[in-house]
């Protein structure tokens, strides 16, 4: 009987699930989508080709690792190291020293700016030339010496150089003529460029430290007892790769790929499922409690509860895993555009491929149906357990008040978000922002449980005006207080876009106006001079502060340190200083509280710290902290000062000699110039761009440059508010529109009692307005108390909101529920009311 029923529902009424249908398949896609970018997080890899003759390769760990004991059990925390981590050099000796190894040779690259003859090309050691294989050789001439470099063919070809030749290179460890002694075979990586190892030593920037060691087993040896004697040998000091694994050391953007696509589709992930599942029951709830009077009926003439609850979940396990289905291409086209973006914008190696693989595809199935299943379950609870006699009377009128137990739970949500927005004002800002989506998840649970009771307040507060408006707003004001929970049902996901969406965005905007205002306060330089290759040579600074009409000149070295606060690991953006500290407040004032900059100049191992920075650590001047800087070296530097200007410029500030040998390329990002008195500045522009490789802009260059760096996340955040604001938009129209057409016989009886056409349409825009306005409030006081400690946390100042970024979230919610209720409505009206009367509900 309950197949045959819900079979026959499903069949003759297809109306009243194409609702539900709609709600699945958007879920769906949403799970489907962010499940796809997580799984490529953690299966993608790019295979080796540098490497790929050579079965074992070794590199230090690429992750700043501590280890914590809750209870009887060690957690292990990590944190990517900003900077490419390296090992010692000595390693290669005790390798070769193994039985099992014939060839261990050390490798390590260092770009190289273009020059006036030739491109961009990657320095190495000449003792690297090899690893790619038997045909990684020199093809003529001979090793170089001292002064002498071999150049792969194809770049000597380009160049019209040929051995003998003479030319000058720029490196991190300094510029230098060079002869070319030989030619190498050509290289995929690219234009290449080999020095004595000793030379290449010293020109990395890092001596005694390389990337990585290619390891070559002597004949007969497996590739399995290889690694394991070089594992033995190695202890803690670095790690082992074989197989696929060695294409993570030779593309090292494929870790940090990795965090990022993870923590997209995990975290990010689980809150849109979680608002997916949230949507799609609440749908399903007003779709099955539209049905009460079927139900109602089916009671009355002798249908059990069990039956009717049978029903419901065939009707689910009929429409759910179709309607999921149909939500799959929408969500791989979903994955495809964002992973391609992501690409795009350099976040992901060009050569990672998006996996596409069935588990999100299952889970969105699995999690569609089981949300299916649970709401129809929990809204035919009532109707199941009436009493025959009483189920036509009690559907006729809307149930009663939520209950004890929910109206418990929803005071206990509210009591949670406003606990999390509490402990999220004490909190440093990466832990402050990462708190915000779970205090707007908790509020949302809230306005799901105690949703009736938020839309009754409502209607009692804006009754008043609304009876203004005369029959239509009389009837719209008396429509909302008796039917608190249809109104609740549409006002819950207009509540979910301007929460969401509000938050999300106003966030990244509070982030970019601070991060503008401390740049733009803070940089006092005449002129910026910036690069137009891989970096600024360690010298650019003192060349230029040898410019006539130059009084000072700054070099900065953008890097990062890694710090732990609260038993979790950071990272924070650094600047290595160059020159002399006590002339930094010439071209940068970073509103410094405690301390002097002038006492970065007096040891190496000293720091400045930003108050964010300093108040996460609990530091002040005079303290040693620990942190790691960029390549994962635990260091720990006595504070000289701490500055209120560091969002946007950096939150710590190093000696330059402190963090040179301790980066991925010891170039400058920007060098900052600070004119003498009475200078011409046109003139000394002038004089600055005629340094080789440079670009001289003025503040201007060194605030699109913070902006640069805040791109990616500010992209990231947009593409999130969008995901989720669009999901919940087409919610809430959808809401609105079963709503409005469960409502036939309401509007029919209208028509019949003598109400004109125009007044109906009016009564419904007036409703309209009414869920417009509170959806917007109750958002927006979600938004509120999640972005003020957020904000605060994260800035150390209140929210920043533009009306532009305000206003069209504002209009675009209305004109949503405008329009959602006015169409159907128009089409209602087109019926004669006889007949819109006695259709099938």
Not at 43 to 62: C, F, G, M, N
């Amino acid at each position: 009987m309950t197949n045959g029923l819900a079979r026959a529902s499903v069949r003759f009424r297809p109306g009243s699930f194409v609702g539900t249908l709609v709600a699945l398949l958007l879920g769906a896609a949403v799970v489907v989508a962010c499940g796809t970018l997580l799984q490529t997080g953690l299966t993608a890899s790019l295979k080796p080709e540098r490497y790929a003759a050579a079965p074992v390769v070794v590199a230090a760990d690429q992750a700043v690792k501590i280890e914590r004991k809750t209870g009887g059990e060690t957690e292990t925390q990590e944190q990517a190291t900003p900077e490419r981590a390296r090992m010692d050099a000595a390693l290669v000796g005790r390798l070769t020293a193994l039985p099992a190894v014939s060839a261990a040779r050390p490798d390590t690259a260092f770009p190289l700016p273009a020059g006036e003859r030739t491109p961009a090309m990657t320095g190495r050691g000449f003792a690297a030339l090899g690893i790619a294989g038997p045909g990684d050789k020199l093809v003529e001439g001979r090793a170089p010496g001292a002064n002498e470099i071999v150049l792969d063919t194809d770049t000597a070809r380009a160049a019209h150089l040929a051995p003998g030749a003479s030319l000058a290179l720029t490196a991190p460890g300094g510029t230098a003529h060079y002869r070319i002694s030989g030619l190498a075979a050509a290289q995929q990586s690219g234009p290449t460029a080999w020095f004595a190892d000793t030379t290449a030593d010293r020109l990395s920037g890092h001596p005694g430290r390389i990337d990585a060691i290619a390891v070559q087993p002597r004949e007969g040896v497996p590739t399995t007892e290889l690694a394991a004697q070089v594992r033995r040998a190695l202890g803690g000091d670095a790690r082992t790769f074989t197989g696929d694994d060695r294409g993570t050391v030779e593309h090292p953007a494929l870790s940090s790929a990795r965090s990022m696509l993870t923590a997209l589709g995990g975290t990010f992930g689980g809150y849109a499922t979680m608002t997916a599942v949230f949507v799609v029951m609440s749908t399903i709830a007003l779709a099955t409690g539209q049905r009460a009077r079927e139900f109602a009926l089916l009671r009355a003439i002798g249908a059990t509860p069990r039956q009717i609850r049978r029903t419901i979940a065939t009707e689910a396990m009929l429409v759910a895993p179709l309607a999921a289905a149909l939500g799959i291409l929408p969500g791989l086209a979903l994955a495809r555009w964002w992973f391609g973006q992501l690409a795009d914008r350099g976040a992901v190696p060009a050569d990672v491929r998006l996996d596409i693989g069935p588990l999100p595809m299952l889970a969105a199935v699995l999690l569609c149906t089981l949300a299916a299943l649970t709401a129809g379950f929990l809204a035919a609870r009532r109707p199941s357990r009436m009493r025959a006699a009483q189920a036509l009377g009690d559907a006729a009128v809307e149930a009663p008040r939520p209950g004890k137990v929910r109206t418990v739970l929803g005071v206990l949500f509210a009591a949670g978000g406003c606990t999390a927005a509490v402990v999220a004002n004490a909190l440093d800002g990466e832990k402050a922002a990462q708190t915000a989506l779970g205090v707007v998840m908790c509020f949302m649970v809230t306005v799901a449980l105690l949703g009736p009771r938020l839309a009754a307040a409502a209607a009692a507060l804006l009754g008043a005006p609304l009876r203004a408006g005369g029959a239509p707003g009389s009837l719209a004001a008396d429509n909302a207080r008796a039917n608190a929970r249809r109104l609740a049902s549409a006002i819950t996901p207009i509540v979910l876009v301007t929460a969401f969406c509000g938050t999300l965005l106003i966030l990244q905007s509070t982030v970019r106006h601070t991060t503008g205002e401390n740049v733009k306060a803070g940089v006092t330089a005449d002129h910026v001079i910036a690069t137009t290759g891989p970096g600024l040579p360690a010298t650019t600074a003192e060349t230029a502060a040898r410019v006539p009409g130059v009084d000072t000149a700054i070099g900065l070295l953008r890097t990062g340190v890694v710090y732990e606060s609260g038993d979790m690991l950071s990272s924070a953006p650094a600047l290595g200083v160059g020159g002399d500290p006590a002339r930094l407040p010439k071209v940068l004032d970073l509103d410094v509280r405690t301390g002097a900059l002038a006492d970065l100049g007096r040891a190496p191992d000293t720091i400045a710290l930003s108050t964010t920075l300093s108040g996460a650590l609990g530091a002040k001047v005079g303290d040693r902290v620990p942190l790691w800087l960029g390549d994962g070296t635990a260091v720990r530097p006595a504070v000289v000062a701490v500055y209120e200007r560091g969002l946007g410029v950096g939150q710590a500030l190093l000696p330059r000699a402190a963090v040179a040998s301790h980066v991925t390329a010891a170039y400058d990002s920007q060098v900052l110039v600070a004119a003498a008195p009475g200078t011409d500045r046109a003139a000394l522009a002038a004089g600055l761009g005629a340094l080789p490789g440079t670009a001289v802009t003025d503040r201007a260059g060194f605030v699109a440059q913070a902006d640069k760096d805040l791109e990616l996340s500010g992209w990231a955040n947009t593409v999130m508010a969008a995901v989720l604001g669009g999901f919940a938009a087409v919610s809430a129209a959808n809401t609105l529109v079963m709503t409005v057409i469960d409502r036939r016989r309401e509007v029919a009886l209208l028509r019949l009692a003598g109400t004109t056409r125009r007044q109906v349409r009016h009564m419904m825009r007036w409703e309209a307005l009414l869920v417009a306005v509170t959806g917007l409030a109750v958002g927006a006081s979600i938004a509120g108390l999640t972005l003020v400690p957020v904000a605060r946390g994260v800035t150390g100042s209140a929210p920043h909101v533009p009306p532009m970024l305000v206003l069209p979230l504002a209009v675009g919610t209305v004109l949503l529920c405008l329009g959602s209720t006015g169409l159907p409505v128009r089409a209602l009206l087109r019926t004669r009311p006889a007949t819109l009367g006695t259709a099938r509900q």
